[in-house]
């Protein structure tokens, strides 16, 4: 039957892309796959790419005998040379095409490994710009589509494609249905690859000294996505990023059940200043962020401040909207609770600048939240390099 569990896994290494990684995990997660992360190193963490630390579930050579529905490879260096080099992930690889079952596998992977490994032979496949010459050389044809099947084997370009990699890897597994009921609760973008764009009112300039200091808190049950998305593109910009976790422990897991990994506890950073706090969403871990005194007394001093502070998905309503945060503002929220927004003129909008605080809907908006930010602190032309190298 379609709609019977479907096991999936998804490998990391150090110098994996750890948007990818989560987007994929949380994403097939939401479809009702049984997803297993496994580290290919000899640790179950990992260091990912833009100094994101993450937790596998188990070891793959603890698993390499079992047997998955799909096997998906994340991309990122230098964690894509070490997935091709694992020999047996490639074993476990080359049996699943062998057997008729899916392989997918999105940036440098599809060349790296799966063209390396000799899967591509005779196929159409896509990969991270940068690594076409290297994916023309192992398949048939070289497609710049930003997903590609052929077969039993799909493809994908990068960071920003990654949603809707897994959109297309929910629907090969359980059907369009489910695929289509995933994207309309994250909110994917109707115009992919088109410019991102935002609403902004009472335009402000955004100021900081030399790098901009941001605090991302993360709770239990936070949104992985958004939190990653934040962090992974405002690290590429080059600002200084904390991730500050809401509780006693350094790691978190999130609302989708995938571990990451605080730089410090919200208490230990509660007195320092930052240029921007920006708080990811989740309907569980939003009320998770507003139960932390410490954290709303940080947000109250940087509105006092006229400093800016952001929230995506449920953040706004649960965290900003009971401490007066959006008072006399425009803000935008995920569909589920915004009836609970005092003012509701902006719903929506998928993201909202108004002076100084910034929302935003849900994990399919997160890059354009992330993209908006640098803007404000960077400038467009800066923005809209990133967005071309993460393929938004």
């Known amino acids: 039957m379609a709609s019977s569990t479907k096991t999936v896994l998804i490998p990391i290494a150090h110098g994996t892309e750890p948007l990818e990684a989560v987007a994929m995990i949380t994403v097939l997660r939401r479809g009702g796959a049984d997803v297993t992360v496994a580290s290919v190193e000899d640790k179950v963490g990992v260091d990912a790419c833009h100094a994101i630390k993450m937790v596998a579930d188990t070891l793959l050579s603890d698993i390499a005998d079992s047997i998955f529905d799909l096997i998906v490879l994340p991309g990122g260096l230098p964690g894509g040379e070490t997935l091709k080099n694992c020999k047996p992930l490639e074993k476990m690889v080359k049996k699943q095409d062998t057997d008729g079952r ?229 803000a935008t929220t995920h569909p589920v609770v915004s009836n609970k927004l005092s003012d509701q003129s902006h719903i929506e909008h998928r993201v909202v600048v108004d002076g100084n605080v910034i929302t935003s809907r849900a994990p399919g908006t997160a890059m354009e939240f992330s993209l908006a930010i640098v803007e404000k602190f960077y400038g467009r032309e800066k923005a809209l390099q990133l967005a071309k190298a993460t393929l938004v």
């Open 102 to 330: 899916l392989n997918a596998a999105i940036c440098c992977a599809p060349a790296l490994a799966l063209g390396t490994w000799g899967l591509l032979e005779g196929k159409t496949a896509t990969g991270y710009p940068v690594f076409m010459e290297k994916l023309a050389a192992t398949c048939a044809t070289a497609s710049e589509s930003r997903v590609e099947i052929d077969g039993r084997i799909v493809t994908s370009r990068g960071p920003g494609t990654t949603i809707e990699f897994s959109i297309t890897l929910i629907e090969q597994l359980f059907g369009k249905d489910k695929a289509d009921e995933v994207s309309s609760i994250l909110l994917v973008r109707p115009n992919p690859g088109e410019e991102f764009t935002f609403t902004e009112l009472n335009q402000t300039n955004w100021s900081f000294e030399d790098t901009p200091q941001i605090l991302v808190p993360i709770a239990e049950d936070s949104e992985e996505i958004e939190a990653i998305a934040l962090v992974d593109i405002l690290r590429r910009a080059k600002a200084n990023v904390v991730i500050a976790a809401v509780g006693n422990s350094l790691e978190v897991v999130g609302s989708r059940k995938a571990k990451l990994v605080a730089d410090v506890l919200l208490d230990e950073v509660a007195e320092k200043s930052f240029d921007l706090i920006v708080l990811p969403g989740g309907l569980n871990g939003a009320p998770k962020l507003a139960s932390s005194e410490n954290l709303v007394n940080m947000l109250k001093k940087q509105a006092e401040a006229n400093k800016p502070y952001g929230g995506i998905c449920a953040s706004p309503v649960y965290v900003f909207e009971p401490h007066g945060l959006l008072k006399g503002k425009k």
